[in-house]
């Protein structure tokens, strides 16, 4: 079971920030005083789910952990350290992110292909990759749509994350634009790769409550104007999850109480 002691011998948190503040020049205080640290027990991993209203800075805060964006005030720390180009973060976002010019394989292996790994070697590292996101069949195809449907083509970026071996992947709202079925489907498929992986931490943004409770180890809820944290929860349930979890008195109970808190914050 997981204990709660940062991840390195150092001691150090794999995401640290703090006092974190946004402004921009026609709006201060977008984001105020952020602060939170994610560990991972060592062979573990660590699944970190960020809930809040549209426009509260759940994808800015996401930005922060990957280096794209620096905040107006406060720090970002990755293992103990403030981020350089050589951090490794894996991101998938809502928005097909696949070039729809490349077959499957091609997007999956992009990241070693930029690495320059040898043709041979990444196919096979891609295609075992593939498989491990159920997509076999389809590495010939090229990645866009019809040809793939929306979850194939998140399964796609989600293999071409996972092959770079990032530490931590961000992952922003990656089920939003999703049909029902294909998202629980996903919700599962998720939980499946992350139980064969280790020393991964993965921060998910959702506003989906059933999605954040089913996949969460740690749940922060955030509120806007400003934005902030107001809610760190433990997901006390079992880290093996199937679909059937979610019809138990344990699960149930913890989506009412979040959508109970989330009802209660600002308008
Ligand atoms: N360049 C900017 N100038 C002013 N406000 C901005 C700018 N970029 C983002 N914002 C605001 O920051 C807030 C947080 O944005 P975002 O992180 O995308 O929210 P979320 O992902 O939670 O929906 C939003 O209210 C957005 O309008
Ligand atoms: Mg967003």
């Known amino acids: 079971m997981k204990t709660n002691t940062p991840q ?3 001691q150090s948190y794999v995401i640290e920030l703090k006092n974190v503040g946004q402004s921009y020049p026609d709006r201060e205080d977008v984001i105020k005083d952020v602060s939170f ?8 991993n660590k699944f970190v789910v960020i809930l809040g209203p549209s426009g509260c800075g759940k994808s800015t805060l996401l930005r922060y952990i990957s280096g794209l964006q620096v905040p107006t005030k406060g720090g970002v720390f990755l293992h103990g350290k403030p981020i350089t180009n050589e951090t490794i973060v894996g991101m998938v976002f809502q928005k097909y992110s696949s070039l729809p010019w490349y077959t499957v394989l091609e997007n999956v292996a992009l990241g070693l292909e930029l690495q320059g790994v040898p043709s041979k070697e990444r ?14 069949g389809q590495e010939n195809k090229h990645a866009h749509y019809p040809i793939l449907s929306g979850g194939q083509l998140q399964r796609v970026a989600i293999a071409r994350s996972l092959l770079a071996s990032p530490k931590i992947l961000l992952m922003d709202e990656p089920f939003g634009a999703l049909d029902v079925k294909t998202r629980l489907h996903m919700q599962e498929m998720l939980k499946a790769i992350m139980s064969k992986m280790s ?21 922060l809820i ?4 400003p934005g902030r944290i107001v809610e760190k929860i433990t997901v006390n ?7 059937e979890i979610k019809r138990e008195a344990k699960f149930v109970k913890m989506v009412y109480d979040i959508e109970d808190k989330m ?4 308008k």
């Open 237 to 243: 349930l079992p880290e093996n999850r199937t679909k």
């Open 8 to 10: 390195d011998d150092d």
């Open 37 to 44: 640290t994610v560990d991972c027990d060592k062979g573990d």
């Open 263 to 266: 009802e209660s914050l600002s």
């Open 199 to 219: 020393d991964m931490t993965v921060v998910f943004v959702t506003h989906d409550i059933p999605e954040a409770v089913f996949l969460g180890d740690e749940i």
């Open 123 to 136: 196919n096979q590292r891609a295609m075992e990759m593939i498989k491990t996101v159920d997509l076999m």
């Open 222 to 225: 955030m509120d806007s104007n």
